[in-house]
């Protein structure tokens, strides 16, 4: 099997993380340990974008350094991790030492190939997206189509790179799958794009507006490097770049690698940065998950509109419902969030959270499913059946994995209750808790048949709800009656 590397988008540092963030990192996350859970080697690497312009005009509104905003945001990013859960190896900062060494290197082997070269330029520049604008990313009024907001028409003097010359390279890169682009509906998103004029983009900025914040041009000063360019080489920052040492060459070159985003950056990843690759000589990453957006009430969460969700909004609440009541006690609650946005939001799609919905879907899968299942099948396991040492996981459900080698964690996760649903009509039509009563031998070996399903639900559940994966392992293993409730009904 081939190493497996996964990432997720890097943040900007302007705040702390909303919904969409969490969710994008809960899904890499389940795919992360999906591969694990096969035998896969294999490393997840996360970050911060700390060098943008909005970083540090959002310090400037705040009255800090924009040293002190990027430190507060990258803790909370690292403590909402830490308690939803993510199992990231990595951590890349786009201000640490060796990124910067990563970033300088590639600058440098795009010049000395000829890549990037200077000129003057006007243009429209749109601080929220962190890029120039064309007048077809634009609204009738001018408008930024993902802003709303009129981008400053802006004349510098900037290192421009020749994305230019890369364009039929990346056209058949993204025709003949050369990267594959899931949802597959993007790629033409893409292509079409590409059959427009390019044009090299801007590459550096100047350094006084940034307040000499950000990474230096080498031998410039005066710029710093634009902040695409500069976020997207922590992938590779990652994995000890420019040391192109073993992890580099195991996981980089050899392996399968991921980038997991959001679908308003596909233009970043699979042009721009694969022309980035190329130029410095590099081998390209395979894959790229564009995930949807995640709604609030049916509503793009927007700061204007005034309905972020923080995430720990979802989390307190359920905290202090479970805490005490549920015997995952302090890991219900992330326990119900992964649960939420991995089986009921499609990663093709946009997905929307509702209070009602996460009650109404959490009473009828966790308390009525898997807990009622788990608490029934314990209760007679415990009653008639002795302890069985070790199950094994021989193999894994074909549709379970080709769902998840497609990065479909959504149908994964409904194939668990597939098993969940088979084993309550199993038990409804066959009886085993009356059939024992009559022929001891027969009821028992229908148990044994139940109580193993239940292990195989929990191991399969690891992707998804890790703590209530070992937890159920261990009462199937232990051969005990959980003296909690899983998951109390929620009224
Ligand atoms: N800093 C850049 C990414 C650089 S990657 C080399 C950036 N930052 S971001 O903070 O705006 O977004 C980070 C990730 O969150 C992106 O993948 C983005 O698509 C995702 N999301 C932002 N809002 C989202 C939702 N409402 N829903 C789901 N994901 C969303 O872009």
């Not at 590409?194 to 090299?200: R, W």
């Amino acid at each position: 099997m081939k190493n497996f590397y996964i990432t997720s988008a890097i943040p900007y540092s302007n705040g702390k993380p909303h919904l969409g963030h969490i969710y994008e990192y809960v899904l890499t996350d389940s795919i992360a340990r999906y591969n694990r859970l096969i035998g896969r080697n294999t490393l997840f690497c996360m970050g911060m974008d700390e060098n943008a312009q909005k970083n540090t005009k959002k310090a400037e509104e705040l009255g800090k350094t924009t040293q002190e905003l990027v430190d507060w945001a990258a803790s909370e990013f690292l403590s909402m991790n830490k308690r939803t859960n993510i199992s990231n190896d990595l951590f890349i900062r786009t201000t640490s030492l060796a990124h910067k060494e990563a970033s300088i290197e590639i600058w440098n082997r795009l010049v000395a190939t000829g890549n990037i070269y200077k000129k003057t330029y006007t243009g429209k520049y749109c601080v929220g997206c962190e890029s120039f604008k064309t007048e077809k990313d634009l609204t009738e009024k001018g408008e930024c189509l993902d802003h709303m907001t009129v981008p400053e028409v802006i004349s510098e003097e900037n290192y421009f790179f020749k994305l230019s010359a890369f364009k039929e390279k990346l056209q058949k890169i993204l025709e003949e799958d050369e990267i594959k682009i899931y949802p597959e509906h993007r790629k033409n998103e893409l292509l079409a794009f590409l059959d427009q004029e390019i044009q090299d983009i801007s590459f550096s900025r100047p350094s006084k507006l940034l307040k000499q914040w950000g990474i230096p041009v080498p031998g410039d000063e005066s710029q710093v490097i634009y902040v695409w360019c500069d976020a997207l080489i922590n992938y590779i920052t990652g994995l000890g770049f420019p040391n192109e040492n073993d992890i580099f060459k195991n996981y980089w070159e050899n392996g399968e690698t991921v980038h997991v985003i959001g679908k308003d950056i596909t233009r970043f990843h699979l042009l721009y940065w694969p022309a980035m690759l190329l130029g410095a000589g590099l081998p390209l990453p395979k894959k790229v998950l564009a995930h949807g957006f995640i709604t609030v009430s049916g509503k793009k969460m927007s700061k204007t509109i005034g309905n972020v969700l923080d995430p720990a909004e979802v989390l307190n609440i359920y905290e202090t419902f479970g805490k005490e009541t549920s015997l995952l006690g302090e890991s219900f609650a992330p326990e119900v969030f992964r649960y939420y946005f991995l089986k009921n939001v499609s990663p093709f799609e946009d997905g929307d959270f509702t209070w009602e919905r996460l009650k109404e879907l959490y009473n009828a899968d966790l308390a009525n499913g898997i807990g009622n299942l788990v608490n029934r099948i314990m209760k007679l396991s415990t009653k008639y059946l002795s302890i069985e040492e070790k199950y094994e996981q021989e193999v894994f459900p074909a549709n379970y994995v080709n769902s998840f080698e497609n990065f479909d964690a959504k149908t994964a996760f409904e194939e668990v209750f597939k098993l969940i649903t088979e084993a309550d009509l199993y038990m409804q039509k066959e009886e085993p808790f009356k059939v024992i009563k009559v022929d001891e031998a027969k009821g028992k070996e229908m148990l044994e048949i139940l109580r193993k399903k239940v292990y195989t639900i929990g191991n399969l559940l690891d992707p998804f709800m890790p703590e209530t994966s070992k937890l159920i392992k261990s009462l199937v293993l232990e051969n005990k009656m959980p003296d909690k409730p899983l998951f109390p009904r929620y009224e």
